[in-house]
């Protein structure tokens, strides 16, 4: 079955810092790699997705570029800043899932001023 | 955004006794899901609908039954709640395959 692996958390940055969040996946077919993003007490809006490899997504300065070769999907942003103080989510979906998506465990990031 | 709502944000309940949990759309979207989001296991699915009337369960299922009688409308409903069931329940809907998800803000649920 589908899985999506996340770097363990959580991380802490200063704000200005360069960030990376790793994202490796199992999937069936081609899938469709997404990240989500969760602020405190409210639900999850997509941040950014790509849907074949080599692709780029971007979105707020974040950027992921959909890896089939090592299936990976790591999310890097060059200056963070206090209000991406956040839990991402890196997530798939394949064509048979009738758009579910498969998420993995989550990644809280902190970043001090 | 999509317009998504859930009733009710916040409930304390009893072991034993029936809960239902409700997600409305104003978006017209075909796919609705319901996930449970736990520490250290993320987001799981819990049912998912992809017409009314259609649904399936998804990987954690257990204790757990559905129902989408209109489009708009998706009930989750916990049997005979257990404090296993004591987590944060999101509703999302959306278009299918390659298609962002649109997300609830959240049922904190408490099962005592």
């Known amino acids: 079955g589908n899985s999506v692996t996340q770097m363990e958390g959580p991380v802490t940055l200063s704000e200005e810092a360069f960030l990376t969040i790793n994202c490796t996946y199992t999937?069936?077919?081609?899938?469709?790699l997404f990240w989500y993003v969760q602020y405190p007490g409210e639900g999850l809006q997509l941040l950014l997705k790509?849907?074949?490899?080599?692709d780029k997504g971007s979105n707020k300065g974040f950027e992921a570029t959909y890896r089939k070769e090592t299936t990976s999907f790591h999310l890097e942003k060059g200056s963070v800043q206090v209000s991406d103080s956040a839990v991402y989510f890196c997530?798939?979906?394949?064509?048979?899932?009738?758009?579910?998506?498969?998420f993995g465990q989550g990644t809280i990031l902190t970043v001090h001023p | 955004d999509a317009g998504i709502t859930q009733s009710p944000r916040h409930k304390v309940t009893e072991t034993g006794t029936p809960v239902t949990l409700r997600c409305h759309q104003t978006e017209n979207h075909r796919y609705m899901y319901w996930y449970r989001q736990d520490p250290g296991h993320g987001l799981r699915l819990i049912h998912y609908?992809?017409?009314?009337?259609?649904?399936d369960k998804g990987e954690v299922s257990d204790g757990y039954s559905v129902s989408r009688s209109k489009t708009e409308d998706f009930l989750l409903t916990l049997e005979s709640a257990t404090s296993s069931q004591t987590s944060v329940y999101f509703c999302?809907?959306?278009?299918?395959?390659?298609?962002?998800?649109?997300f609830g803000s959240g049922t904190q649920l408490s099962v005592l």
């Open positions: 609908s992809y017409g009314v009337k259609d649904t």
């Open positions: 997530a798939l979906s394949d064509s048979t899932s009738y758009g579910k998506l498969t």
């Open positions: 999302a809907s959306g278009q299918g395959y390659n298609e962002k998800l649109f």
């Open positions: 790509a849907t074949k490899a080599d």
């Open positions: 999937a069936t077919g081609y899938p469709s």
